[in-house]
C-alpha cells in the first residue's frame, strides 16, 4: 500500500498546484445542478488525476465526481474514489477551505484517503492499520465525550439555511466549514471535536476522510447509525453523517434522532 500511498500524496499535492493556478484568478463557472457549481480548475484537476493514477493501476476502478461513471468499477477488487476539487464553492469565493480528495476502496471498504488543501499546505493521509498524518506526523482524534463540551465543524451552507440554529445550545460552540472532506481531516487532527452534515453527501465527498478519520482513532456514522460501505452502483449517502470519537457519536445520534421524532 505505500506505492499508492506515495502516487496519490503526490498526484493530490501536483493537482494542488493546478487548482492554485485558477484560484482567484479568471476561469469558467457553470451549474451541474441546483447550487451545485463546477469550474474548469475542477475539470483541469480531474483530467491530471485520472491519467496519473489511472496509469499507474490500470487494474482499478475509477470513481470521481468530475468523470463520467461506468459501472464497470463495480466489479473491481479495488477502486479509486476521487473528489478533484472538494469545496467549489468556497474555491470560488476566495475561501481557503477546499482541498483534492483520493480514496482507495478495496472490497466496498476504504483503505487509503488522502486529503490536501493548496492553500494552507495541509496533507492528511492515512491507510488502514498504519494510523493517520498530517504533514507525516501522527494525529489523533479529540477525546471529549460531552456534546456540551465540543466543538462541532458544519457546513457553511447549511448553516446559512438555518438547519443547525436547533442545535446550538447543545454544543460549546459551532464551527462552520467549507469542503466536507476538509472538515473530517480538521476532526481527525483534533482541531475540532467532531464533524457532522445533516444533508446527504456523496460517496466522493467522504471516502477519503472516512479511512483518515477511522485511523485517527474516531468513526463515521450515517445518521442512521450505520457505517457506510463504498463502490456502490448507488453513491449518494442519506440522510447525513456525523463523526468524531465513538462517545461524541453516539451521543449525537441520540440527539439527532430525539429531534427527529419530536
Not at 51 to 75: I, K, N, Q, V
Not at 142 to 165: P, Q, Y
Not at 207 to 236: F, T
Request: aromatic residues 8%; contains cysteine; hydrophobic residues 35%.
Amino acid at each position: 500500500m505505500q506505492t499508492e500511498l506515495t502516487t496519490a500524496r503526490e498526484a493530490a499535492q501536483a493537482a494542488g498546484n493546478i487548482l492554485l493556478n485558477y484560484y482567484q484568478a479568471d476561469y469558467e463557472i457553470r451549474d451541474k445542478g441546483f447550487l451545485n457549481p463546477v469550474t474548469s480548475a475542477d475539470y483541469a484537476s480531474n483530467r491530471y488525476l485520472e491519467e496519473c493514477l489511472r496509469d499507474s493501476f490500470p487494474s482499478y476502478g475509477w470513481l470521481s465526481e468530475e468523470t463520467a461513471d461506468t459501472h464497470d468499477r463495480l466489479s473491481r477488487e479495488r477502486v479509486w474514489v476521487v473528489d478533484p476539487l472538494d469545496g467549489t464553492k468556497e474555491f470560488i469565493e476566495g475561501v481557503p477551505q477546499f482541498v483534492v480528495s483520493i480514496a482507495l476502496v478495496e472490497n466496498s471498504r476504504p483503505v487509503l484517503g488522502v486529503l490536501h488543501n493548496p492553500v494552507s499546505g495541509e496533507t492528511f493521509t492515512a491507510t488502514e492499520g498504519n494510523g493517520a498524518n498530517l504533514n507525516g506526523k501522527p494525529i489523533t482524534v479529540s477525546k471529549v465525550e460531552r456534546l456540551e463540551d465540543a466543538v462541532i465543524l458544519n457546513s457553511r451552507s447549511e448553516t446559512k439555511r438555518g438547519l443547525w440554529k436547533p442545535y446550538k445550545p447543545y454544543f460549546r460552540s459551532l464551527k462552520a466549514v467549507g469542503s466536507v472532506a476538509y472538515k473530517l481531516g480538521l476532526a481527525a487532527a483534533g482541531q475540532a471535536d467532531m464533524f457532522a452534515t445533516l444533508r446527504p453527501k456523496n460517496e466522493w465527498d467522504v471516502c477519503a476522510g472516512h479511512i483518515i478519520l477511522k485511523e485517527a482513532g474516531a468513526e463515521l456514522r450515517v445518521l442512521n447509525g450505520q457505517e457506510h460501505g463504498y463502490n456502490n452502483k448507488r453513491v449518494v449517502i442519506k440522510p447525513g453523517l456525523v463523526g468524531g470519537n465513538p462517545i461524541l457519536t453516539q451521543a449525537f445520534l441520540k440527539l439527532y434522532n430525539s429531534r427527529r421524532s419530536r
